[in-house]
């Protein structure tokens, strides 16, 4: 899919001139901004997510990460890294 449409909204959108009731920001902010914040915002989670699957099969492979009938063991590294992703 194409997203060119609200790349081109964010950068050359203007403001309505109405400001939202209840937080004070231009309506302009939801029909221009907010759409291209959400697909950046996307593609970070994608992005974050696939680190993670990345990560976890790469400790598993090397023997950071250790399946042993019920109970597994994870290296310290491991831990770490997996923890702040």
Do not use: D, P
């Given at each position: 899919q194409s997203y060119w449409q609200q790349v081109q909204l964010y950068l050359h959108g203007g403001s309505f001139g109405v400001a939202d009731p209840q937080f004070g920001i231009d309506l302009g902010f939801y029909a221009f901004d907010l759409p291209f914040?959400?697909?950046?915002?996307?593609?970070?989670?994608?992005?974050?997510?696939?680190?993670?699957?990345a990560n976890l099969l790469g400790h598993y492979l090397f023997g950071g990460i250790r399946l042993a009938g019920r109970s597994g063991a994870l290296s310290r590294a491991a831990r770490i890294q997996l923890i702040t992703l």
């Open positions: 914040y959400r697909l950046v915002l996307s593609y970070l989670f994608v992005g974050a997510f696939l680190a993670f699957i």
